[in-house]
């Protein structure tokens, strides 16, 4: 049964086609009929007129606005010749119906005329024997409502099939966009543990370097120098490998884990042990905090130890041996201010300007989006006198 459905669903021309047939035979047995009754012939174009109305039941669907010109120049010369009405003008009503649900509108508007007008056109032409005025109302009324709901029930439809169509594509927009949203969140999400990546290496591979050369350096003439920067490379190793546990632990779990061996994320507080590690790395750096300190979002405070820990690592790698560090941090009503300068002898303007060439210059690019992210802004460039200068303003907003 199922088969034969889908098959009249994916065959709609050859189902109108049977119908027309069915109604071809009726209406030439009714006027068969007919004629016996009354004893008359048959008007010589009683048969192309029959085959034409049922042509309009067989290609209503491929194409409807032609049928319906049709049906109307078909009734028309019917009300010329005088070839009275029959079964074959059950086409009229059926392309009234299928105008209204598939065809265009001016077609439908014409449709809904058409099926007002034709019982009233129909009984004048050819008006019933011994019939008063309100019989004829009557029967003019009677023949008009299948017509007029004829064309309510194709319009129903029709509001129905774009209803629908509207859901689909409203569907398709939200999947679509969905999709576009997921693309922008992976994008997102990359760009973070790139950042993450970039920080937690540069920074702690560029320490273990400067001591290991260190060590190298004064291995014979200096045993116990020697062997406290092995402790600060041993130490420095340990950290970034937890950074890197911590970090990874995130990937897998999309949270962070307190008590275990991920540690938290590193916040303001821990800027200072970042400064006392560069110190033990060589690195002069002058410390000092302005300001009341006060709880902070967890994204600002990530932002702050980032950009001190890459402004940091830049002036061991671009400042030269002799280049000295100091960190400000200042707490503002509405937001807290980081400065952080050097004097040495800089970073390549290519760093800065351009954002980095040859792949390099991805610290500086991964501080603004820092700041960024939590509404703040970055200034960073020389200084006149010499050195390197980076500053951010980052807002804060209540601790709830």
Not at 73 to 94: K, R
Not at 149 to 159: N, Q
Not at 191 to 202: C, G, N, P, T
Not at 237 to 261: K, S
């Amino acid at each position: 049964m199922q088969r034969l459905y889908d098959f009249l669903r994916t065959h709609p021309t050859g189902v109108d086609g049977f119908w027309a047939v069915v109604l071809f035979g009726i209406s030439l047995m009714a006027e068969a009929t007919r004629q016996e009754a009354t004893g008359t012939d048959a008007p010589a174009l009683i048969v192309p007129v029959t085959l034409l109305l049922c042509l309009v039941i067989a290609l209503r669907r491929r194409m409807p606005e032609k049928m319906l010109l049709l049906a109307c120049a078909v009734g028309l010369a019917q009300l010329v010749l005088n070839i009275s009405t029959g079964p074959a003008d059950f086409a009229l009503l059926v392309i009234v119906y299928t105008v209204a649900a598939t065809g265009a509108r001016w077609a439908s508007r014409l449709a809904l005329g058409m099926g007002l007008s034709a019982a009233t056109v129909a009984q004048l032409r050819w008006p019933e024997r011994d019939s008063t005025i309100a019989g004829s109302i009557v029967i003019c009324v009677l023949l008009t409502v299948p017509f007029a709901l004829a064309w309510v029930l194709g319009d129903s439809i029709r509001t129905r099939r774009a209803y629908f169509a509207q859901l689909e594509e409203r569907a398709a927009r939200l999947e679509k966009e969905r999709e576009a949203q997921a693309k922008v969140a992976v994008a997102a999400e990359r760009a973070r543990i790139a950042r993450e990546l970039h920080d937690v290496v540069a920074h702690n591979v560029s320490v273990m370097v400067v001591q290991a050369d260190g060590a190298a350096y004064v291995l014979d003439a200096a045993p116990d120098q020697a062997k406290k920067a092995l402790e600060t490379i041993s130490s420095t190793g340990r950290q970034a490998l937890a950074e890197m546990r911590r970090l990874l632990g995130v990937l897998r779990t999309g949270e962070h884990q307190e008590g275990g061996e991920y540690v938290p994320q590193p916040d303001v507080e821990q800027i200072e042990d970042l400064v006392e590690q560069c110190r033990g790395s060589g690195l002069p750096v002058d410390f000092k905090v302005e300001g009341t300190p006060r709880p902070l979002p967890s994204g600002v405070e990530l932002t702050a130890y980032r950009i001190v820990q890459e402004a940091l690592t830049n002036t061991r790698k671009h400042g030269g041996p002799n280049a000295g560090a100091s960190v400000r941090l200042v707490y503002f009503d509405d937001g807290l201010g980081l400065l952080v300068e050097d004097d040495g002898k800089g970073a390549p303007h290519e760093l800065y300007e351009e954002g980095g060439v040859d792949g390099q210059g991805h610290g500086l690019i991964g501080m603004r989006e820092r700041v960024g992210m939590v509404g703040g802004t970055l200034d960073a460039g020389p200084r006149p006198g010499g050195g390197f200068r980076i500053s951010a303003l980052l807002p804060l907003k209540p601790a709830h």
